[in-house]
DNA sequence: CTGTAGCAACTTGTATACTAGAATACATGT
DNA sequence: ACATGTATTCTAGTATACAAGTTGCTACAG
């Protein structure tokens, strides 16, 4: 426990900055499940999916446990793993998460708003109302995404996110099951005015019931989709294997 | 993509019951941080763990994923790993999730606890006042866990305790950086006390401002333990690196 | 034709070997 | 004495090899 070679104890290191292999693979991988590209209760296979990569299996893990962790795929030792069966309750405790949590920082963010944020906010509906109009949903998603972050970031919770964008990811891929249309896109844009209206204007009372508005039609159509779908659903028991 | 011999797809697997030496590493270097017995910048090395532990380094690898994304450690490629530096905005937040989620579901357990379940809270009280009076802390955290853990489950939003449990991680690790002593136990069994009879008399109201009032105070504690100990704190700027 | 035992091919879990990078120690020059 | 270049030794990331276990097909017995 002595002088043993190694870089300094209290001192920082160099920056992380870590882009690595597993990084990628996970974030690819998830891309896969929350897109809808890769379909629930679809198999997976460490081995196939590092060659389909071009890599070894170790990289393949690490980002396994990743989407294990955030209840995306099922790992069971020794059989195999699949993409997550949809489990309603675990639907609705996400966007439980969702609600609570966002309905809350989007008040602080109301709270707190400079102009600078003001304007980085109307810049992105700004982006928002292009993708409707040019119909690029894809887009639009990242766009999306990026305000309901940007807000978290504005309310100074920024440790909230990482929870949200959990819990989002479980709701987007519902949502993904069915194919989007532009006349949805068009009444996001609207909703996420209103947000962002209530929040430049400081007030918090109107953004928190904009938001609530929003993100509960959001889950309305979650639930439409739910039932058209009712085939990649699990009724219960579903284990979430958070250990 | 044809007829592959392997399990069924459709189909579910055996049952999961992993009992993986990684989970075990992961849960024991999950405990020795928490539990204060690594302290905040201490050093650690896969090979070390590994060796002191008599297992190889990948699991001790998947035990170091996931503690890096409860943001327990850090890792610096190449470099080395530390015991994450309490980063005071990050516990505030830990503080702010607890305290949104935990007054909500509280509020819901009120609103659906039976008779059976209001039993087994009264229960969990019993076993915390003998753990008060035999002055024996070790136990009465985890049946504080526990209580807290039943509350979520009864309110019906169970994948709200991942989150919780998470979050009361980076608190309790604050926590136990001083000693804690009996009138300390004795003032949060009062309070349970408190939460579990609103729960029990279906006061939802009266449980999440019981709620609200706990946590608060355990806050506080963890705040003038904070200033204690600075050494252990970062000003600004870390990476949460959830990536 | 049916049921069962066993084998073969796959799965994930673990251990080991190798690579590239980072940080200290030390020697060497000034 | 001090600065600097080099070498050693650590680090984590990746690749590969091996072990333990499960699944489903198949061949064989009834």
Partial sequence: M?????????????????????????????E???????????????????????????????AFIRLRQEALIRVYPQSGTVVSPIDLAEVED????????ECRTVALAAESCTAEQAEA????????????????EADFVAFDDE?????????GRKAVWRVVRDAKGQLDR??????????????NVREHEAIIDCVARRDPKGAEAA????????????ERIAQEHADFFESA???????
């Fill in 147 to 155: 305000m309901h972050h940007l807000l978290v970031t504005i309310s």
């Fill in 32 to 62: 896969k499940i929350v897109r809808g590209e890769w379909v629930p209760g679809q198999r997976l296979s460490e081995n196939e999916v590092a060659r389909s990569l071009g890599v070894s299996r170790t990289p393949v893990r690490e």
């Fill in 121 to 136: 906010l109307c810049d992105l509906i700004e982006r928002q109302r292009r993708c409707c109009v040019a119909g690029r």
């Fill in 174 to 187: 519902v949502r993904h099951l069915s194919l989007q249309n532009v006349p949805w896109i068009e009444r």
């Fill in 237 to 243: 028991g579903g284990r979430t294997e958070t250990a």
């Fill in 211 to 222: 938001m609530r508005h929003h993100l509960r039609n959001v889950f309305q159509s979650i």
């Fill in 2 to 30: 002595a002088s043993r070679p190694g870089p300094a104890f209290d001192k920082h290191f160099v920056r992380s900055a870590a882009p690595s292999t597993a990084t990628d693979v996970f974030q690819h991988l998830r």
């Fill in 94 to 101: 996400s966007q439980f998460l969702r609600e609570t949590l």
